[in-house]
C-alpha cells in the first residue's frame, strides 16, 4: 500500500509562488508514475502535471510556462513549482501515484489565491 502526504498549501496573492511536496512512503518512483491534481469547488478533478517514471513530464494547458513538476527519487519526494499564480489556480491540489490497475491518492493539501 502506497502512501502518499502532501504539504505546502496556503494563502498566496496573484503573482506570487508555491511550491508543493509530496512524500510517498517507499521508493516507488521506478514503478510508478506521478501527478499532481487539482479540483476547485464545483468543478471536476483535473490533472495540472504529470512525470513518468522516466522523467518524462507533461502539463495542462492552462499551467504550461507557469508550473513545474520534479521528483527527488532520494527523498522519495515530488513537487510542484506554482509561479506566477492566479486566482483561478485556488484548488485543493492532490497527488497521485499511478502504475497498470493501481492508483493512489493523497489527501489533498489547499491552495488559495487571492486577487
Known amino acids: 500500500q502506497v502512501q502518499l502526504e502532501e504539504s505546502g498549501g496556503g494563502l498566496v496573492q496573484a503573482g506570487g509562488s508555491l511550491r508543493l511536496a509530496c512524500a510517498a512512503s517507499?521508493?516507488?518512483?521506478?514503478?510508478?508514475?506521478m501527478a499532481w491534481y487539482r479540483q476547485a469547488p464545483g468543478k471536476q478533478r483535473e490533472l495540472v502535471a504529470r512525470?513518468?517514471?522516466?522523467?518524462?513530464?507533461n502539463y495542462a494547458d492552462s499551467v504550461k510556462g507557469r508550473f513545474t513538476i520534479s521528483k527527488d527519487n532520494a527523498k522519495n519526494t515530488v513537487y510542484l513549482q506554482m509561479n506566477s499564480l492566479k486566482p483561478e489556480d485556488t484548488a485543493v491540489y492532490y497527488c497521485?501515484?499511478?502504475?497498470?490497475?493501481?492508483?493512489?491518492w493523497g489527501q489533498g493539501t489547499q491552495v488559495t489565491v487571492s486577487s
Open positions: 517507499g521508493s516507488i518512483f521506478r514503478t510508478h508514475a
Open positions: 497521485n501515484a499511478n502504475r497498470p490497475y493501481f492508483d493512489y
Open positions: 512525470i513518468t517514471t522516466g522523467g518524462s513530464t
